[in-house]
């Protein structure tokens, strides 16, 4: 078996030598950080230093900024890195209003940024499409500012995206109900440039990483919410972490022929919800959420007609699963046993145990299989 010193998803990133990028999301929250602090001190920062989740500590160059009678606005362009991201490049812009004492950060959808129209997502109708995370990074550097300054911290942020409406068309915003623009998106901050070929080389330098080590458990994750995940369930070292991203195939074809004694693999309901119907790349734009075959699952798990209906009309797998959980119906743990069985097959008998996990964006647990 040959090893590498390094293993776990950094050094995977790290072998493929591709380019990470930012998310909308990061350069959102950069924007608003420089135009609140305009706002407060008639001066934008430039370049924007923002923290991220992960760690990382992002300097933005503003390409536009604006100050104004009761407002600040500023523009980061979006770099994604080595990923082909059709918001590379594109120009995100935050701006910021006073709000009276007491209200809190609200958000509202500037043009080029969509409006929730559709249940099934992380958001309530009627609500700008800036997803939580983003809200939650957003929040945390207008306290921060609003503590140094000795300010309230009660504004308002419009976000918005130059062309965003163009370019969503490019996306499956409209096909989930979110109108008039893109989704501020990222739970790190971060873009992990998928190369096909860099990536899946990636996940083979893991596996070979992590049987080197001597590791009896490893996990496929497909990001680093799922990996927090199966790292709190099993406490495993970050060694016998594979970040397999979409490639869930390309994980399962490898430790056919290196086999290890047992594989977590870890995801999202609505991804691996494909790999349970017998997709192995689970990228949006080459397999999708077939909701036919989950309304066939829930009426498996007791389902009566009427319910199987609504599932498969369902605007997402996420609201495929909280109808079915408001009517008692597993479709997590269904869902998750008809990956696990899918995966055993692409292993075709090799010595490998298998379960499956599906979480929920927060990273709860929504569905598992047993260990077969």
């Not at 109108?179 to 739970?187: C, Q, R, V």
């Not at 017998?278 to 734009?285: E, I, M, P, Q, V």
């Not at 008809?338 to 927060?362: F, M, N």
Request: glycine content about 12%; overall charge neutral; charged content about 20%.
């Amino acid at each position: 078996m040959s090893g590498h010193p390094e293993g776990g998803r950094g050094a995977q990133l790290k072998h493929t030598g591709l380019r990470a990028g930012w998310t909308t999301g990061a350069c959102a929250t950069g924007a608003a950080t420089a135009a609140y602090t305009a706002l407060l001190t008639g001066e934008f920062p430039d370049p924007v230093p923002i923290a991220l989740p992960k760690g990382h500590t992002p300097a933005f160059a503003l390409a536009a900024e604006e100050l104004a009678d009761g407002y600040a606005m500023a523009g980061i362009v979006k770099d994604a890195g080595d990923d082909p991201d059709v918001t590379h490049g594109a120009l995100v812009r935050a701006t910021v209003r006073r709000l009276p004492a007491g209200s809190g950060v609200t958000f509202r959808a500037g043009p080029g940024v969509g409006t929730v129209t559709r249940p099934g997502l992380p958001l309530p109708v009627g609500e700008p499409a800036i997803n939580p995370m983003p809200r939650q990074m957003i929040r945390e550097h207008i306290a921060r500012v609003a503590e140094r300054y000795r300010d309230g911290g009660d504004v308002e942020v419009t976000v918005s995206v130059d062309y965003g409406e163009e370019i969503a068309r490019s996306t499956w915003n409209p096909r989930l109900g979110i109108l008039g623009g893109l989704s501020i998106l990222g739970t790190t901050g971060v873009v992990v440039p998928y190369s096909c070929s860099a990536w899946i080389d990636s996940i083979r330098r893991g596996v070979d990483v992590a049987r080197a080590a001597g590791r009896a458990h490893v996990a496929g994750c497909t990001g680093s919410t799922s990996e927090k995940t199966v790292t709190a369930e099993y406490g495993l070292p970050e060694d016998a972490l594979l970040d397999m991203g979409d490639f869930a195939g390309a994980v399962l074809k490898y430790v056919r022929r290196h086999p290890v004694d047992r594989l977590t693999i870890c995801g999202g309901f609505a991804k691996l919800s494909k790999l349970a119907a017998g997709h192995l790349d689970l990228h949006s734009a080459r397999s999708q959420v077939d909701k036919g075959f989950l309304a066939e699952l829930a009426r498996l798990g007791g389902a009566d007609t009427a319910l199987a209906a609504e599932v498969a009309d369902a605007n997402t797998g996420l609201a495929a699963l909280q109808l079915c959980a408001a009517a008692g119906v597993p479709l997590g743990d269904l869902v998750a046993r008809a990956a696990r069985d899918e995966a055993l097959a692409v292993l075709r008998g090799a010595p490998v145990a298998v379960d499956v996990i599906c979480i929920d964006r927060s990273g709860a647990i929504v569905g598992r299989s047993s260990v077969r």
